[in-house]
Structures are given as structure tokens and as C-alpha cells.
């Protein structure tokens, strides 16, 4: 996975500085002057293409070249950036003259404007590393194309049908089922409050279930949706996956053709579609589930709930989703907010996964359940990685194996990449460019770390994420405040009873996927430090060893990284 964060970063303050430049163009020397425009007409191409490779994983190694080479530019001019900006800084720190004439004024400007020969060699070799890759910018925005669109084909699709047993949501579902099968008949009995739409519950409920990516949203709602209890009480029940594209059209269709024996037009109008679903629900009460839904601006379900108003009372939509925005948006009802698995009930369907119908020795059993309860506490709880990593260990039920996943950095295991980190970062991918670089830079601190949220902030202020475009009357620190409680709120980090924070080990591991070859932690066995490294973190128990030395050049050969020596 390439990591594209800190280049898309670096390549949005080059854009701010190009433009800034420009305003002022009759002051910038003729040549200065072309490179300068040089640069901004290569940028708009140079970040789709760096958007497009975000949190992806690109396996083709040319491709993987072609992109390391593309950050690497990036790299450049914020070392370019970097330097100008503190000669500039320093000329006005300087500069002690308070009452300025004409005459000084223009001196100054010219100052501000001339580049030195450094500068300028620094500046034409970023021109030069950008025309070099921008060459091939086409064949490879085509083939960032192929990865999107197959990355989009093999996206996990949901259905209403239940595939496994069921272990610690007994609370959980009973508050479900006391709100779908009460609302109806005029019981006021669930323990879930409805929302302020109306004087009491509207004739169409919306309960959210949110939760991070994995926890079990899907699995809970599959086990309502299939209760017997649920299935006597809806005159229709209907499962549809929506997943990125909120699809009004796609999603009528597939409630419609659920609920009619008439085949639909394929090339129905969109009003034509949503007049024969209001048909279909009109007078009768019905459920539907909407799996996996990421439409923030609750446009598109307002187009499609505004079809649903005619079904009978205690109608229901059920709506799993990852974003808290979301359950804002479309809920009637307070959510259903889903946690990790408590640990003895992550142990049942680990154990449940791993074991299967498996016929053991007892001995034997009773090792690999040692071994195994200690493989799932490092999962905390999350039941997508018990399924996962169960399964896999499930092809060999051998000790031995099962010793070298427990020690070993098994989340680097590509099966377990492939099939659990998907679905964290659609999360990861709903950011903005602003909340991508600062969860990001979070992979340099180590695993369990304990976070205070005023003193992570200062870190991000002090790397520059923090920025106010705007020029709104805020503080850096309030600015820096709400980008963490939007990650917060999106379940990046966890909080701790002492009003601390933590970052799930596989959250962690996305910020570490997002950020490679950019940001690394490191031991006192330090290894070898790749020379793309920005942000390291030394971790010691030995704090002394490191009192009086600094790091070398063959120690980090980046002259340009950030690093922290640090006791955790």
C-alpha cells in the first residue's frame, strides 16, 4: 500500500505558494517566472493522480516506482518551500527599520523576491524531477484507473442472509427488537429515544447502528432481519448494500424488484422507479435495511425517504454505517453504537472460527486454546479480526504454526491485509486531505500508546498541519481541537477512562499502511532506516545509551527527517 498522504500534503502548500507568487508575477524574474507557471500548470494532474493512489494497495512495482518518484518531487519542493520560507521569515526578523519610505519599500521587495543561486538551482531541479515524471503521467493515471475500478469489483457485498453464530450482542439486539417490534402499536417501551421530528416517533423510523469498520454491524443487523419475531411483525423486509454510492435509482430498483413479481424496465426513469416504490409501500409496514452507507450530506436519502412516508405506521429503515455524520443525518432515533467484543466473547468466536467441527486430541486442543486466547486479546476485541486471522489459523492446526503467528507481526500477513484493512479504510479514504495527514502522522508513535489529545495537537501544529485558510478568528490550538474530535468521533481513537485516547492496534496499522516509507518507530536495535523516512521515532528503555549522541549520517540518511528519541 503507498502511502500518499504527506506527498498530497506537501504538493497543496506548493499550490498555495505557486498561486501567492503568481498574484505577484511582475516582480518575479522572467525565468523564475516560467518555472514558477511550469509547476502550477503540473500540479492539478500530479494530485489526482496522488489522490487516486491513496490508501490503495498498488502491487505493480513500476507503478510503485513511479509514484515513490512522484513523492519524492514532493519531497523536494517542500524542502524548497521550507527554505524560502525561513529566509523569508528571517529577512522580516531582521529588518528593524519601523518608518519606511518609498525608496526602502522597493528595496525590500526586490530583496523578497530575488532568489539566491541556491534557490534557483533548487528550484529548477524540482522543474526538471517533475517534467521527468509528469512524461508519463497518462499511461499511469490509466493504470491508477485499473487499480480503482478492481478495487471497486472485489468490494465485499452484503446480504440479509446470516452466515454465522452470534456471540455478546444480546444487549444489542434486545434494544433492536424492542424498538422495531414496539413502535408500531403505540408501546412507548424501548430504552431508544426518538428524535425531534415530530411531537412523538414518525410514521417511518430510522435506527442507525454505527460502529468502526469490522465490529459487527452488518452481523447484528443480519441476525434482527432474520428473527423470526421481526419476520411476523413486517408485512415486507428488504436488504439492499449501498456502500460509497448513495445509487437512489439502484436502490429503488432493487427495493422494488424485491417487492413485486413485475420485472422493472432496465432504462426506468428515475421518477418512474420511485412512483412504483412509493406503490409498493403504500399501506403496508415494512422493513428495510440499508447496509454500509457513507452519504453524508443526506441529500440522496431525503430524495428516497421522501417515497417511504407513505407505509403504515412502524414502518422501519435500518441503516448501518461506519460515520457518526451519517447516523446524524438519517436517524429518528438515537443509534445503536456498537463496541468491541468484551474479551471472554471474542475468545468464544475465535475459538468458534479457529476450531470449527475439528476433531482433536484433548491435549492438543488444550494448547492451541492457550495459544489461541493470547492470539485474540492482542485483537481487542474486534470480532472482523477474529473471523479473519481464526480462519487462517484454522488451515493448520498445528502448534507450532500457531506459535509463529502469535509471535510474529501478523498483521503484515497479506491474507489478513487484504481481507481486514479494506474495510477500515473506507473510513480512512471519507477524510479530507487536512484529517488524512494528521491520522497519518500518528504511526510514528508505538503501538498502545496512550494519547493526550492538547499535547498531540501542539505536534501537529508544530509540523505545520494546522492550518487556518480560512482566517477565521480561531486559534490554531481550537482548529487542531475539532480535527481530533472528528477522528475521535470517527472511532480513530478510543477513549480511555482517564479522559486519555488510544488507537486500535489495526487502526494503528492503517495509519502505518497510509504512511509507509514516510513515518517509522523504530527500537534499540535500530536496523536499517530507509532513506525516504520523514518522521522517526526512537523507542528505547535505555535512555541513557542515547544521552550523548545524536543520530548519524548512516544512521538516518534523510537529512531532513524529524525524530524523536522517547521512553515509552
Known amino acids: 500500500m503507498v502511502g500518499e498522504w504527506f506527498a498530497s500534503y506537501v504538493l497543496n502548500k506548493l499550490a498555495d505558494m505557486v498561486a501567492l507568487h503568481l498574484r505577484d508575477q511582475h516582480d518575479l524574474l522572467t525565468g523564475v517566472r516560467t518555472m514558477v507557471e511550469d509547476v502550477k500548470a503540473r500540479l492539478p494532474r500530479i494530485q489526482a493522480a496522488i489522490q487516486a493512489a491513496e490508501g490503495r494497495p498498488i502491487r505493480d512495482p513500476a507503478l510503485a516506482t513511479w509514484l515513490r518518484e512522484l513523492k519524492d518531487a514532493a519531497y523536494e519542493a517542500d524542502d524548497v518551500l521550507d527554505e524560502l520560507e525561513f529566509k523569508e521569515l528571517h529577512d522580516k526578523l531582521h529588518d528593524k527599520s519601523k518608518v519606511r519610505d518609498f525608496a526602502s519599500s522597493a528595496v525590500k521587495l526586490l530583496k523578497h523576491f530575488m532568489m539566491f543561486d541556491d534557490d534557483l538551482k533548487n528550484l529548477k531541479n524540482l522543474v526538471e524531477n517533475l517534467d521527468k515524471i509528469y512524461t508519463d503521467i497518462n499511461c499511469k493515471e490509466e493504470q491508477l484507473k485499473a487499480y480503482s475500478s478492481r478495487q471497486m469489483s472485489v468490494t465485499r457485498e452484503t446480504s440479509s442472509i446470516i452466515q454465522d453464530i452470534v456471540f455478546g450482542r444480546d444487549q444489542e439486539r434486545d434494544m433492536m427488537l424492542d424498538v422495531l417490534l414496539h413502535l408500531a ?6 430504552s431508544i429515544a426518538c428524535g425531534a421530528e415530530t411531537s412523538s416517533c414518525p410514521s417511518l423510523g430510522v435506527l442507525p447502528v454505527v460502529g468502526i469498520g469490522g465490529v459487527g454491524k452488518t452481523t447484528l443487523a443480519q441476525l434482527i432481519y432474520n428473527d423470526e419475531r421481526v419476520a411476523r411483525h413486517f408485512e415486507l423486509r428488504r436488504w439492499v448494500y449501498v456502500s460509497d454510492n448513495f445509487d437512489v435509482k439502484r436502490i429503488a430498483k432493487e427495493l422494488v424488484y424485491s417487492s413485486t413479481d413485475d420485472r422493472i424496465s432496465h432504462d426506468i426513469s428515475l421518477d418512474g422507479i420511485l412512483v412504483k416504490l412509493g406503490d409498493a409501500t403504500r399501506n403496508k409496514r415494512f422493513l428495510f435495511v440499508l447496509d454500509d452507507v457513507w452519504d453524508e450530506t443526506g441529500s440522496k436519502w431525503k430524495e428516497l425517504r421522501s417515497v417511504l412516508t407513505s407505509g403504515a405506521k412502524g414502518s422501519m429503515v ?30 468464544r468466536l475465535f475459538e468458534h472460527c479457529a476450531f470449527g467441527e475439528a476433531t482433536l486430541e484433548e491435549e492438543q486442543r488444550k494448547k492451541l486454546q492457550t495459544i489461541g486466547r493470547k492470539i485474540s486479546e492482542k485483537l481487542h476485541g474486534l470480532p472482523l479480526a477474529g473471523k479473519v486471522l481464526s480462519s487462517l489459523l484454522k488451515s493448520k492446526l498445528d502448534e507450532d504454526y500457531w506459535k509463529v503467528i502469535l509471535e510474529s507481526e501478523w498483521w503484515e500477513h497479506e491474507y489478513v491485509l487484504d481481507n481486514i484493512l479494506p474495510s477500515l479504510a473506507l473510513s480512512y479514504e471519507h477524510l479530507n486531505a487536512n484529517l488524512k495527514q494528521c491520522f497519518a502522522y500518528c504511526s510514528i508513535f508505538p503501538r498502545s500508546y496512550i494519547f493526550e489529545k492538547d499535547r498531540l495537537v ?4 508544530a509540523q505545520g498541519f494546522i492550518q487556518n485558510k480560512n482566517r477565521v478568528r480561531m486559534r490554531m490550538e481550537d482548529i487542531g481541537g475539532q480535527i481530533f ?4 468521533s470517527r472511532y480513530f481513537f478510543l477513549p480511555t477512562p482517564d479522559n486519555k485516547y488510544v488507537m486500535h492496534d489495526l ?8 504512511s509507509l516509507d514516510e513515518c517509522l518507530v523504530v527500537s534499540d536495535e535500530k536496523g536499517e532506516i530507509p532513506e525516504t523516512i520523514r518522521h522517526l521515532t526512537l523507542r528505547t528503555d535505555r535512555m541513557d545509551a542515547f544521552e550523548d549522541r545524536s543520530l548519524t549520517s548512516n544512521d538516518c540518511p534523510n537529512p531532513f527527517v524529524d525524530y524523536a528519541i522517547c521512553k515509552f
Open 318 to 347: 435500518l441503516v448501518t454505517t461506519q460515520s457518526p455524520v451519517v447516523a446524524e443525518v438519517m436517524g429518528t432515533m438515537d443509534p445503536i453504537e456498537l463496541k468491541s467484543l468484551k474479551e471472554d466473547d471474542h475468545w
Open 485 to 488: 474530535d472528528e477522528l475521535a
Open 185 to 190: 402499536a403505540d408501546e412507548p417501551k424501548s
Open 458 to 461: 501542539q505536534m501537529w501544529m
Open 507 to 514: 487502526i494503528r496499522e492503517l495509519a502505518v499502511c497510509v
